[in-house]
């Protein structure tokens, strides 16, 4: 059984005028890319057979919002092994799992579960420095039937791995002071 030792910061992001509003928000200026938004999350590893990130989020529009337009994608945070270079990766990645509409005004708890055996937490040579959580509407992506070889996939792909980066250097930075 993998055990562990998380002394990195865990956090939700999403972009700045998103319909979804995370708890404890701040927004992130930075002359390296488009402004981005930060929110509370938490580690709950008190079974860590059933580790998972839990965070708050409000449908901020004056509409409902359809359960199947909010996306959630959650990166776990490693340094490569010989190299200070952050890696992101983590398979967790969808829609909310919700059905229906979200209603305007209303708040969610949501827990990401992150097992030991998932994706995030395969066993590597460094122990996780953090995770992120994108949790907002859906990112603009290409149209679907062209493939993730196509090059709008590309660019949403370098994209979402620059606001990730981007994020966690922040996120990092606070939890340093």
């Given at each position: 059984m993998l055990v562990?030792?998380?002394?990195?910061?865990?956090?939700t992001l999403n972009l700045v005028g998103d319909m979804?509003?995370?708890?404890d928000a701040r927004i992130v200026q930075d002359p390296s890319g488009e402004p981005f938004v930060l929110g509370a999350a938490t580690l709950d590893l008190r079974d860590p057979a059933r580790a998972k990130i839990v965070f708050t989020m409000r449908n901020a529009s004056d509409m409902p919002m359809?359960?199947?337009?909010v996306e959630l994608s959650v990166r776990r945070v490693?340094?490569?092994?010989?190299?200070?270079r952050l890696f992101f990766g983590c398979a967790l990645s969808g829609r909310a799992g919700r059905q229906g509409t979200w209603q305007p005004g209303a708040t969610v708890t949501v827990q990401v579960p992150i097992a030991p055996n998932a994706n995030c937490l395969r066993l590597r040579k460094s122990e996780p420095e953090g995770?992120?959580?994108?949790?907002?509407?859906?990112?603009p992506h290409p149209d679907v039937l062209a493939g993730p070889d196509d090059?709008?996939?590309?660019?949403?792909g370098?994209?979402?791995?620059?606001?990730f980066r981007r994020a966690f250097e922040k996120l990092r930075s606070l939890a340093s002071q």
């Open positions: 562990l030792r998380l002394g990195g910061p865990v956090a979804v509003a995370l708890a359809p359960w199947n337009t490693t340094l490569l092994p010989d190299s200070d995770f992120l959580v994108y949790a907002g509407s859906v990112l090059a709008g996939w590309k660019e949403v370098r994209r979402e791995n620059a606001l």
